[in-house]
């Protein structure tokens, strides 16, 4: 019977260790990752925000969306995604 529970056991640890590792990430992902942290515009939201913690905590949204779109440009300038499309909606500010 102990075997069992053991075996078990064993099983499940190996499924929750599987289910935390997902698929890699491609190489051009990584690398428009890099190149949206390096944009210019998300420099600046994160040079305004030094030394000012209110700064950082209401731009939050801002460089979220700065990010973003760097990084769409990015793939696109890559062509991994399609020209075009619905631009989306920037936060109030």
Known sequence: MN???A????ALALLALLAGCGAPEPP???ACDAAADNDPAVK???I???GNPYFMDNSQDQLKAAKQ???L???RSRGLLPPGGVERQ???T
């Open 73 to 75: 440009a990015c793939l």
């Open 90 to 92: 920037k936060p109030i």
């Open 28 to 30: 051009a992902d990584r």
């Open 44 to 46: 600046l939201l994160i």
């Open 7 to 10: 075996s078990r056991g064993a």
């Open 69 to 71: 779109q760097a990084r």
């Open 48 to 50: 305004k925000g030094l």
């Open 3 to 5: 075997g069992g529970v």
